[in-house]
């Protein structure tokens, strides 16, 4: 069903989406095997239940109702990723099965309030996000001291994040397409892996080519 509704929001959408969700795997996978991350104490952006819903239904979820442009996406990912970057904070807010849902509407509520002139208000996101008012207005306080208020986001930074989202894009596509025959390659290492707050030094690009992404991810 989330795949349905993924198939009318933005392209970039379903690519955010489904690079959390191999992040998440692999996180919760490492908090399994790490029984000091397994036991941490609840954090504001730490459910104490795993949510129902997947990250993808969530993001097509937040895609219908928040009315947000496919920039705010990017930006929102920059955001993420500038927070767990931060010193001393990224084994706190690790992004797993318990967290992710709370940090993308935080994200992306504040790339919207940043990007967009015309924006709804922290009421219909919680209700979009499936939490009370007054908890997102802590979640989004926590998340702007989490990254220290720097929410600019220059053309430079948004274009590598753009070619970031991209390649993860056609990745999918790769994956997605028939083999007509088996190859070495096949089973290895991905062509292009990205995660959060890991450094990947093939996402430069021009100007004009980051043009040219956005509109890729925003088809």
Aim: glycine share 6%; charged share 20%.
């Amino acid at each position: 069903m989330a795949e349905e509704e993924l198939a009318d929001a933005p392209r970039v959408v379903g690519v955010l989406s489904a690079l959390l969700e191999r992040v998440v795997e692999r996180n919760d996978a490492a908090a399994a095997a790490d029984e000091l991350t397994a036991a941490a104490p609840a954090a504001a952006f730490r459910a104490t239940a795993r949510p129902d819903i997947s990250v993808r239904a969530y993001m097509a979820r937040i895609a219908r109702f928040a009315g947000c442009s496919p920039a705010c996406y990017v930006v929102a990912y920059a955001y993420l990723d500038r927070l767990l970057r931060r010193r001393g904070r990224r084994r706190a807010l690790a992004v797993d099965s318990y967290s992710v849902h709370r940090l993308l509407i935080t994200a992306v509520l504040a790339a919207v309030k940043f990007i967009d002139d015309v924006r709804y208000n922290n009421a219909h996101f919680a209700r979009v996000g499936g939490i009370s008012l007054p908890e997102m207005n802590y979640l989004e306080v926590d998340f702007l001291f989490a990254v220290g208020f720097d929410l600019n986001v220059s053309p430079e930074t948004f274009g590598h994040y753009c070619a970031v989202l991209q390649a993860e894009m056609l990745c999918l596509e790769l994956e997605r397409a028939p083999t007509p025959m088996a190859s070495p390659a096949a089973g290895g290492p991905r062509l292009h892996s990205c995660c959060l707050s890991e450094d990947d030094g093939a996402a430069t690009s021009s100007s004009s080519g980051s043009s040219q992404q956005q509109q890729q991810l925003a088809a």
